[in-house]
């Protein structure tokens, strides 16, 4: 089975297209993620989003916003302008959640729940057990 979870910055706009055979939605960003070690260089991975993921990735996600992305992890030859192959790695999602949001909002402060009341424990003589 492939499953692959990463947590990366978007660094490039979504872009959106559409297949020519049946106008299936297709989106392409780029994400960056921190190297193996602390003194490693920053990674970058292509994602791929299709149908209705991909029009939620254009329409959601832009530059700055950290992501969990989960997906499929695969291996594309391509062809280079100076005449060899190369193999890039890249990630097929499938569910995509805000971390977050380049803009400085945290999605978990846009929907916390109430703080709850405060309750006196002073008396507990009252309490049946």
């Known amino acids: 089975m492939n ?12 872009e959106l297209r559409f297949t020519k055979e049946n106008q299936t939605p297709v989106c392409e960003f780029l994400v960056e993620f ?17 149908g209705n993921l991909a029009n939620t990735i ?5 530059p700055g ?14 062809e280079r302008q100076e005449g060899f192959k190369e193999k890039r790695a890249e990630l097929t999602a499938s569910r995509i959640s805000l971390v977050d ?21 002073s008396n507990t003589d009252d309490i049946p057990f």
């Open 58 to 62: 254009k329409e959601t996600y832009h």
């Open 3 to 14: 499953s692959f979870v990463l947590m990366a910055t978007v660094i490039r706009e979504p």
């Open 101 to 121: 949001s380049g803009n400085g909002i945290n999605p978990g402060e846009l929907s916390s729940p109430p703080e709850p009341e405060a309750v006196d424990l």
């Open 34 to 50: 921190p190297g193996m070690r602390d003194d490693s260089p920053k990674e970058s991975l292509k994602v791929v989003g299709w």
């Open 65 to 78: 916003d950290r992501l969990i992305i989960e997906g499929r992890l695969g291996m594309n030859m391509i």
